[in-house]
């Protein structure tokens, strides 16, 4: 079963223009490094009243993906808005609670980037399709088939939901170098 992508995402992103960005965090901030819990029905109000923030966290950065744990929210919500990259047919999403139901043994090597370690590049090689199973803010459970930049930007942002950033998937040398590279960085600015 294949739904269409909701538009509830609209409201939020009209708000966002009107409030402070969220600060994003980076190594060795411990939230990032911790597996987030499920959001519960109670959890939802204050979603709703973070989400603008966090549009604006990532609009501002400027990102294509921001999950909870990345501005210290140890929650499993994500949002993504690819803009006008590649597939400008996919509009802005909120996920709550997403589990990848299914991956592609094709697998495809991509540069990813993260706004939780700035202005650091690398290959990762991830499913290059997948089935994403989420829930909507409003509370409706969605499914759908995802390749390419999306695919691989929700595999990206899920990963944060379990304390893992894009640099496990690299050697350990590989991994290191770019971390101490970034904390030289951080610690500069
Ligand atoms: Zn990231």
Redesign the pocket.
């Known amino acids: 079963m294949t739904h269409t992508i909701s538009s509830d995402e609209t409201t939020y992103i009209a708000l966002a223009d009107a409030v402070s960005p969220l600060p994003i965090l980076t190594p060795p901030h411990p939230t990032l490094r911790q597996k987030a819990r499920l959001v519960q029905p109670e959890d939802i109000p204050n979603i709703q009243a973070v989400l603008p923030s966090l549009f604006a966290a990532m609009y501002k950065a400027p990102g294509i ?1 921001l ?1 909870a744990p ?1 501005v210290g929210i140890s929650q499993r919500f994500l949002i993504i808005d690819l803009g006008q990259k590649e597939d400008s047919s996919i509009p802005p999403i909120i996920m709550i609670n997403p589990e990848i139901i299914q991956e592609s043994e094709e697998m495809a090597e991509r540069e990813e980037g ?4 700035p202005s650091q590049y690398a290959a990762v090689v991830r499913p290059e399709s997948i089935r994403v199973k989420w829930t909507t803010i409003t509370g409706e459970t969605r499914e759908y088939e995802a390749d390419g930049l999306f695919a691989r930007c929700i595999q ?2 899920i ?2 939901l379990n304390g893992v ?2 640099v496990d998937h690299l050697s350990a040398l590989r991994r290191n170098m770019i971390l101490r590279r970034l904390s030289k960085k951080l610690k500069q600015s």
């Open positions: 993906g999950a990345q993260c706004l939780s370690l990206h942002e990963d944060h950033l894009f």
